[in-house]
């Protein structure tokens, strides 16, 4: 019992040593200032400990939740998709062959009648393709 509290005393003794050996190399001037600044500088380190001691002592809340459900994963998830299109799906059976009289309300001429105008169209754009080459 008796070493334990010299050897207390003894590191006591060099702390108070140390740093009267501190304050005197500091100005009487700036001595505040510097305690002030060393007193932050302690208090924010003990700070940060604390806060990074405190942040990773917490488990995760998405991991509390996914351990404890016992949720099947097919209820999680989407179904997988399949590797293969399906075919295309016709709403009636093609037909082999065409009538004139089954092409005629999906088709329109579309010279009947503007002939001259779509020929002069087709005219003016390849004159004026023609002389941008030339």
Known sequence: MMKIREIVRNISS???????????????????????????????????????????SKTPPAAVMTAGTGIPADELFYPAEPDFLPALLLEREPRGNWTIDDLTPFWQDPLKGHEDEWRETAKAVIDKLMEGVQ
């Not at 500088?41 to 990074?52: E, N």
């Open 14 to 56: 060099k702390t108070v040593s140390i740093a009267d050996n501190i304050l005197e190399k500091i100005p009487v001037e700036k001595r505040r200032l510097y305690l002030l600044a060393m007193g932050g500088l302690v208090f924010l380190a003990i700070s940060l400990t604390l806060v990074t001691i405190a942040a990773h």
